[in-house]
């Protein structure tokens, strides 16, 4: 069983940054692609961003295209969701998750392609 663990949630203001990180524990990432992805109050997980096994390619959802970075570091063993430009209806619960097939060229944008799942951060955005 696969253990993600996802840090790096708070509390911001509008316009400022924040920066999630997620960790496996007692696995590699190497072969794995990694999803963000985020859950309003009363709402489905949505898609934010992931990257593909070996970093090379990435998706991102409409809503956080330009302001959100996604990247790998495999020699970390870590996922970073750089989040720049936040507004208040970024706030939610950001989990990461590790996709079913590995080493694929392309990234997973929905949660069925998804199999390991961490416990969530919360991201909180005022104005």
């Known amino acids: 069983q696969v253990q993600l663990v996802e840090s790096g949630g708070g509390l911001v203001q509008a316009g400022g940054s924040l920066r999630l990180s997620c960790a496996a524990d007692g696995r590699t990432f190497r072969t794995d692609t990694i999803g963000w992805f985020r859950q309003f109050p009363g709402k489905e997980r949505e898609f934010v961003a992931a990257v593909n096994w070996n970093g090379v390619n990435t998706a991102y959802a409409d809503s956080v295209k330009g302001r959100f970075t996604i990247s790998k570091d495999n020699a970390r063993n870590t996922v970073d969701l750089q989040m720049d430009s936040l507004k208040p209806e970024d706030t939610a619960v950001y989990y990461c998750?590790?996709?079913?097939?590995?080493?694929?060229?392309?990234?997973?944008?929905?949660?069925?392609?998804?199999?390991?799942w961490g416990q969530g951060t919360q991201v909180t955005v005022f104005s």
């Open positions: 998750a590790a996709e079913r097939i590995k080493m694929r060229a392309r990234v997973g944008i929905t949660q069925d392609e998804y199999i390991y």
